[in-house]
């Protein structure tokens, strides 16, 4: 790998099927960069314990998100790929920016607050969340961030923590920055209004590992309208057709909807063609990985080895510099 190279970091949590929000929003933006970026690639177990959830499952999501990336077409020879709680140096760069981080920056956080209104008195592990974000990327001294527009209040805590530590302590660690300029929204089936989510119910999801019919049945029940406009759910539409089919496919197909020559049954059949055809090398390749868990272990063993040296690194420069050491 070329050190030179900028370092980019990003997150997936465990929290079941990858769905292909998931997917076009996270994964494959991380694997078209992979020969710009010095990529580091992290399953974000500790951040998903934040939430209910069943241990014996979690093992099993882990794992299944970890083969999703590869088979999403991460390449562990240009990335390095590893779970978070395998380098414990997370978890201790998370406590010392913790002492220089107000209270009053965590709870005015979107995040803590709809926790706050759904379970009324959330764990601190909510209020925490993020600077436990920002210890993920600066443990790195990541300076690329490829995350969404619901993370920007995470990634400006990120860098106000970066610049006061540098401040304080001396100069050392980067300046994170969102690389996704215009984030691709991919929004509920069922509810267009609200960005997919597992949480909304497997109507509003189309996973990874949907077989075509249920791919199908998703598609052509989908939210849009009764005339043929520019709905939330059409957008939404529109938005997958162009991220899945020829490019040509989607100039046709909108070409037809400013005409109002088009019926969304139409639009539905060809985005669900696309869709099937989409999905279908990354399950391939998945059930192949299934059968090879020891190419997986080593993958995640090769690149927990390389985090930990890089994170033992920073915490020592860090502590040093803190007046620990």
């Given at each position: 790998m070329n050190?030179?190279?900028?370092?980019?970091?990003?997150?997936?949590?465990?929290?079941?099927?990858?769905h292909i929000g998931n997917y076009l929003g996270a994964i494959l933006p991380a694997?078209?960069?992979?020969?710009?970026?010095?990529?580091?690639?992290?399953?974000?177990?500790?951040?998903?314990?934040?939430?209910?959830?069943?241990?014996?499952?979690?093992?099993?999501?882990?794992?299944?998100?970890?083969?999703?990336?590869i088979a999403g077409g991460i390449d562990p020879d240009k990335s390095t790929l590893f779970i978070q709680s395998h380098v414990p140096q997370h978890c201790e760069l998370m406590w010392l920016l913790n002492t220089i981080?107000?209270?009053?920056?965590?709870?005015?956080?979107?995040?803590?607050?709809?926790?706050?209104?759904?379970?009324?008195?959330?764990?601190?592990?909510?209020?925490?969340?993020?600077?436990?974000?920002?210890?993920?990327?600066?443990?790195?001294?990541?300076?690329?961030?490829?995350?969404?527009?619901?993370?920007?209040?995470?990634?400006?805590?990120?860098?106000?923590?970066?610049?006061?530590?540098?401040?304080?302590?001396?100069?050392?660690?980067?300046?994170?920055?969102?690389?996704?300029?215009?984030?691709?929204?991919?929004?509920?089936?069922?509810?267009?209004?609200k960005k997919m989510s597992k949480s909304l119910g497997p109507k509003s999801y189309i996973a990874i590992s949907d077989n075509p019919d249920t791919i199908r049945k998703k598609i052509m029940s989908a939210v849009t309208g009764t005339d043929i406009a520019m709905t939330a759910g059409t957008k939404n539409l529109f938005t997958l057709l162009e991220q899945v089919a020829p490019k040509d496919t989607y100039n046709h197909m909108y070409e037809k909807f400013e005409n109002k020559d088009l019926q969304y049954s139409e639009l539905k059949a060809v985005l669900a063609?696309?869709?099937?055809?989409?999905?279908?090398?990354?399950?391939?390749?998945?059930?192949?990985?299934?059968?090879?868990?020891?190419?997986?272990?080593?993958?995640?063993?090769?690149?927990?080895?390389r985090a930990r040296k890089i994170a033992s690194e920073t915490i020592e420069e860090v502590k040093q510099k803190m007046g620990l050491m």
């Open positions: 050190n030179k190279k900028q370092r980019l970091f990003t997150g997936i949590q465990p929290t079941g099927s990858l694997v078209n960069r992979q020969d710009e970026y010095d990529s580091f690639l992290c399953v974000v177990d500790l951040h998903s314990i934040t939430k209910p959830y069943e241990p014996k499952d979690l093992r099993d999501q882990i794992k299944g998100v970890v083969l999703d990336y981080t107000p209270v009053g920056e965590l709870q005015r956080m979107i995040q803590y607050k709809e926790f706050k209104e759904r379970f009324k008195e959330p764990q601190g592990g909510i209020l925490n969340y993020p600077i436990l974000m920002a210890a993920d990327v600066l443990l790195y001294k990541g300076e690329a961030v490829p995350v969404g527009d619901d993370q920007t209040q995470h990634i400006e805590l990120m860098r106000d923590l970066a610049k006061k530590f540098n401040r304080m302590f001396g100069d050392t660690f980067p300046i994170p920055k969102n690389t996704i300029q215009n984030p691709l929204r991919i929004m509920s089936m069922h509810d267009p209004d063609d696309y869709m099937v055809e989409f999905v279908k090398p990354i399950q391939e390749k998945r059930a192949e990985l299934e059968n090879n868990l020891d190419y997986i272990a080593s993958i995640l063993a090769e690149g927990s080895e």
